[in-house]
């Protein structure tokens, strides 16, 4: 990161700069199938916080409904929550109780048209859920994030008390597979 370069503007410009390494021929469907892929492998490898996954369902079968909001692609978000019912870690009738929030690219342009970073984690889970920003919290019991200060500060101030920081996966295992 250069002097002086905000961490948001960093961020958006490495995941620009991460599609074009990809190449011309990337899109929604190849994001979503790589992500199915390291999924795969991190579920197969038992990669993964087990204690997330039961909190989600534990959170879901007492009433809560559940957004999974990632600065990631939100169609990685959304092939990585399918490989977690595929594979049975997450129960079927639990699908419809959990949200999808991501980045959205903007494919044909091949640039990022919302950055589910810090606040713009708040404005994407307004337009994902249709709620005012200045509601989200009315409707917010409790946040899980794991990264406090950087990408979930946006969400982490939707609560009046944050209950518990996890993480699903550790950095150096998505490192570890990613390179």
């Known amino acids: 990161m250069k002097d002086g370069a905000s961490p948001y503007e960093s961020s958006k410009l490495?995941?620009?700069?991460?599609?074009?390494?990809m190449g011309k021929n990337s899109n929604a469907s190849r994001i979503k199938q790589r992500a199915r892929e390291i999924s795969d492998a991190l579920i197969q490898n038992n990669q993964y916080?087990?204690?997330?996954?039961?909190?989600i369902s534990a959170s879901i079968d007492a009433g809560l409904r559940i957004v999974f909001s990632t600065t990631n692609y939100c169609e990685a978000a959304e092939a990585f929550l399918n490989r977690l019912f595929a594979q049975g870690l997450l129960k079927e009738r639990?699908?419809?109780?959990?949200i999808c929030s991501g980045s959205i690219f903007d494919w044909e342009r091949r640039l990022i048209a919302h950055l589910n970073m810090g606040k713009g984690?708040?404005?994407?889970?307004?337009?994902?859920?249709r709620i005012p920003v200045d509601e989200l919290?009315?409707?917010?019991?409790?946040?899980?994030?794991?990264d406090p200060q950087g990408n979930d500060s946006g969400i982490i101030q939707l609560?009046?008390?944050l209950i518990s920081t996890i993480t699903a996966?550790?950095?150096?295992?998505?490192k570890r597979i990613c390179s």
């Open 169 to 174: 996966f550790s950095k150096p295992v998505l």
């Open 137 to 146: 919290s009315n409707y917010t019991d409790s946040v899980y994030g794991d």
């Open 49 to 55: 916080y087990s204690g997330a996954i039961k909190h």
């Open 14 to 21: 490495m995941m620009e700069k991460g599609i074009e390494c």
């Open 94 to 98: 639990h699908q419809d109780k959990i």
């Open 159 to 161: 609560v009046r008390y």
């Open 121 to 129: 984690k708040i404005a994407g889970l307004s337009k994902t859920l």
